[in-house]
């Protein structure tokens, strides 16, 4: 993931739990395997609505013929600066949100008064490198949160109060956790971020009720292991290959996917081969922790290319062929549509560009393999340039799937590309960047495409996968960091936009339907619910981290200054009556 050392923050949390005492809204009903399997229209259970990652609520009170009447039913600020990114989780009346350094607050979701409020004491001297927190997971009668300084905590979902605390990483390496915990079969799932200081990235399972470790499995393949001769002389251990993004999970076949990220350092000469499993997807055996299946978007990562979205579940026709779909819009630039097996294999199907590569020069129609323009591959003793930038097609913020217009909507950035400088010899130090690149280069690294400002650079893209053909695109001329939320109203929610603005679009055209602004700028995953029969959109403003360190790329390159303000507030909209 892309750094800005400017912005790293220092911060100490009371380690507190808050109890209002008040406005709880009744009975919670224990979260089971079956309600996550199959969860209720009325309810957002989980970190992208179902255990398949589609974004998408089938609710429909709210539509594209009434859009235009959704207004404000509640607020609340969180009195927390930076990137507020995670989706309010609702069961049944509660509602639950994370902010920036690992807080968790719970709700009453029709009222919007506060229950609880849990605080996460982080050690003062702390490096934090990205303090964004993606959400937490809800299992049995308990919530779980993962944190900056590497723990998975489960907290009493009514009171609030600590179960249990576990620690997952090692916080010295300055290992962390960023993601929603993923809830299965009665265990919590997360993975580690750190690959920019060397940590070696893994997939990490607790027991949900003692908190204690079931299994671990790392992303970088070790000697003897499958894929271990693809790592030269132990570079596997300080060979990153993150877990920033929760996965998605078959729950049929009991096995979680998850994307992970670039390999360790950037420069490519210390570490030639392929360097499995960084910049893949993953399948896991949710029992064991085995690795049952792969597949790699990229080898040899010299791009800073993380692929750290989880591929969207689904089962659709590509090129006519009915498939059980792993889909991801790749950083690279790629769309890529892949077919999962019982067993876990992973199979290439069609990958197609969604935003300008210039350094894919053609990839194998039967394994998915791409190859190489040297001329456009980052190393030592060069400066190269590339498209798209190392902040890629899309980032972090994931897609959508609507089983009712069969699309597959992307929140893309084109035209955008990157120039790094020569790469620096580096050594592992514990605790240290280990990127290989000086970190002004990386960070003043953005170029337009072709050398000119572009008309325009965000585009909300909407994907036919049997075709492989764009079906629509909305196009800005600024760039998007913009989760998705689609509906079974035909509707899609996004924000992203510098202008702060978060909109609703009709999800078969694309056509702008409701626009609403925002005390902030939006990075947030939207979700919606229902209680007592009216439906909610729900969604954080907060703009910061990753969002505000690509625009600040983008106003160098135009010699401007974007001041988008900063601040949490929790918006929930219904239709006016």
Known sequence: MTLNLKMLTFAVISATTLIANAGTPGPYS???DERLKNPEPKNWLMYRGNYEGWGYSPLEKINSTNVKKLTLAWSAATGVTEGHQSPPIVNNGYMYITTPNGQVIAFNAITGQEIWRYKKDIPADLLMLHNTNRGV???????????????LIALDAVTGKVVWDTVVGDVKALSYITLAPLAAKGKILVGSSGGETGVRGFVAAFDAV?????????TTAAPGEPGGDTWPDNTHQNGGASVWITGTYDSANN?????TGNPAPWPTEGRQGDNLYSTSVVAIDVDSGKIKGHHQYHHNDAWDWDEVSAPILMDTKINGRNVKGAVHAGRNGYLWMLDRQSSGKIDFVNAVPYVHNDVFTSIDKKTGRPSYSKEHTPGMGKAVTFCPSLWGGKDWPPEAWNPKTRLFYIPANNNLCSELPKAD?????????????PIDGVLGSLRYKDGKKPNTIGELQAWDLNTGKLAWVHKFDRPIWSPLLTTGGNLLFTGGT?????????????KVLWEQNMPSGVTAVPSSYEVNGEQYIAVQAGWGIDAQRMQSGIDALDGSVTSVPQGGTLMVFKLQK
């Not at 096995?255 to 994307?259: D, K, M, P, Q, S």
């Not at 510098?498 to 694309?510: E, I, L, Q, Y």
């Open 30 to 32: 224990p979260v089971t």
């Open 137 to 151: 997971a809800l299992y049995g009668d308990k919530v779980f949160v993962a944190t900056v300084d590497s723990h």
């Open 210 to 218: 003692t908190g204690k470790q079931s299994w671990r499995t790392y």
């Open 255 to 259: 096995i979680a996917y998850w994307g």
């Open 425 to 437: 010899e580096i050594t592992y130090k514990k605790g240290d960047l280990y990127i290989g690149y």
């Open 498 to 510: 510098n202008d702060r603005v978060f909109r609703a679009f009709d999800a078969t055209t694309g």
